[in-house]
């Protein structure tokens, strides 16, 4: 009697079982074990599984400007497929970094200051998307701003405030600096006017107190009311030092404009910095895209793609309208510093002799406005700024912009605005966006915020 094989194993299947049991005692093992398999639901195997593209970040993260294009990237990221990213400190303008000559990585997001860096990401053989204005490493993609329109924004600015004389305060060993300066005076001289430049002296240090003292001297010698227009906004901290050592007012006789929107560097000014805002989300969002198809094996042209900015910022250091008129304009003075303490007309009639019909004359004549309506204006101002940036009462904030009690203060608020103060913070309270749309709503609801397109 031939004895049949040995019964294999089975595999285990608990929603089979049952029935297999009972095959099993009527068939032969065989046959029953291989339809238990057949029975059995196929695996399954997954697809080779793709690690992350490991990507460089060398970005600074020591100024607003290059935080912004860091955010971009992030939300890149988040919004494709994630990314091995490796961004260590480091300053603008530093050497390579040691780990990049043993970096073994796939694209490299980087700001190219300099030719040792540019030699160092072209040794690496991987794809490269720079977010400098130098273009040190050619053959590549390049997204930075928009610098042209840049200048129009700021010299658009200027000329609706009534300025007639213009100056650039530049950095001259950046080239972003040198074209902003350039488009700027451009625009100038077409209309017929002059911009004088800045010329830091070679042996003072970038940013040293020398060079502020240097600035300040620069600034005495400008013909006043003067426009400056600062590359940026570190810069234009420094200019609003230097015209305070120059006993020089902001801005009746020096207004500063800035850009980068640099909320601390703006709001510790003294007084705060008006700043032309970059859209340094879409710069970083717009350069990591870039590098994503680098990566996939796509081919890019090597162009260079600008951002337009977002916007114009106002803040004190340019709140102003350019007068000719000595007396208007220490009356415009006296009013943006006093303002907020409750001052009448009757008081600043005794700061600037003149009869009172004449000085309503005349400030309707250069501004559309009486003094009264500018005290208001500059209290309405201090108002919307306490109810952004604060949780101060309503009672705290009448008593610090210069009005009587919170009910009077309610009843112009609602007449110069269009709706209460309680409706106006509220409408502004941040909501559940992302962290990029926050920041441009918060933005867009400070102060006299500009967002529109340059004309070309």
């Avoid at 099993?24 to 074990?33: D, T, V």
């Avoid at 480091?90 to 000559?101: F, I, Q, T, V, Y």
């Avoid at 030092?241 to 980068?260: E, H, M, T, Y």
């Avoid at 559940?432 to 102060?447: D, F, H, I, P, V």
Wanted: aromatic share 6%.
């Amino acid at each position: 009697m031939q004895i049949p094989p040995a019964t294999p194993l089975l595999p285990t299947t608990r929603f089979r079982a049952p029935r297999m049991r009972q095959e099993m005692n009527l068939r032969w093992p065989i046959q029953a074990a291989a339809e238990a398999r057949a029975m059995m639901p196929s695996r399954q195997f997954p697809a080779r599984i793709q690690r992350p593209p490991k990507v460089a970040l060398l970005v600074e993260t020591s100024n607003a400007y290059a935080r912004g294009l860091l955010a971009g990237v992030k939300d890149y990221i988040r919004n494709h497929l994630p990314w091995n990213v490796h961004l260590s400190e480091h300053s603008r303008g530093d050497r390579p970094p040691a780990w990049l000559a043993d970096w073994d990585g796939d694209g490299v997001l980087a700001r190219i200051e300099n030719k040792q860096v540019a030699r160092a990401l072209s040794a690496l053989g991987v794809p490269v998307v720079d977010l400098s204005s130098h273009q040190y490493l050619p053959g590549i993609p390049v997204v930075t701003t928009d610098n042209a329109v840049i200048a129009r924004l700021a010299f658009d600015h200027f000329i609706e405030r009534g300025f007639r004389h213009f100056a650039y305060c530049g950095v001259e060993r950046f080239a972003w600096s040198m074209a902003r300066g350039g488009h700027f005076d451009e625009l100038v001289r077409n209309a017929g006017l002059t911009c004088e430049h800045y010329q830091a002296p070679a042996d003072f240090g970038p940013d040293s107190d020398a060079e502020t003292d240097a600035i300040a001297q620069w600034l005495g010698g400008l013909p006043q009311p003067v426009a400056v227009f600062a590359c940026y906004d570190a810069r234009g901290q420094q200019l609003l030092d230097a015209c305070q050592r120059a006993r020089l007012a902001v801005p009746d006789q020096v207004a500063v404009l800035g850009v980068d929107n640099d909320d601390l560097l703006c709001e510790f000014s003294p007084p705060p910095l008006s700043s032309i805002i970059l859209d340094t989300h879409r710069t970083g969002w717009e350069a990591a895209a870039l590098l994503a198809r680098l990566m996939a094996g796509e081919r890019l042209a090597p162009e260079v793609h600008r951002i337009p900015p977002l916007g114009l910022c106002t803040r004190q250091s340019t709140d102003t309208h350019a007068v000719d008129d000595p007396q208007i304009a220490r009356a415009l003075h006296f009013i943006r510093e006093q303002a907020c303490a409750g001052i009448t007309v009757s008081e600043l009639l005794k700061k600037c002799p003149m009869s009172r019909r004449v000085l309503e004359q005349r400030m309707k004549e250069l501004l559309g406005r009486s003094p009264h309506e500018e005290i208001i204006r500059v209290q309405i101002r201090r108002v919307q700024d306490l109810l952004l940036g604060t949780e101060l009462t309503l009672e705290e904030i009448a008593d610090r912009s210069g009005f009587r009690n919170a009910q009077y203060l309610s009843v112009v608020f609602k007449r110069e605005v269009g709706l209460p103060p309680s409706d106006f913070r509220a409408s502004h309270a941040p909501t559940g966006k992302t962290a990029a749309q926050k920041m441009r709503k918060n933005e867009s609801q400070t102060r006299e915020v500009t967002f529109r397109r340059p004309r070309p």
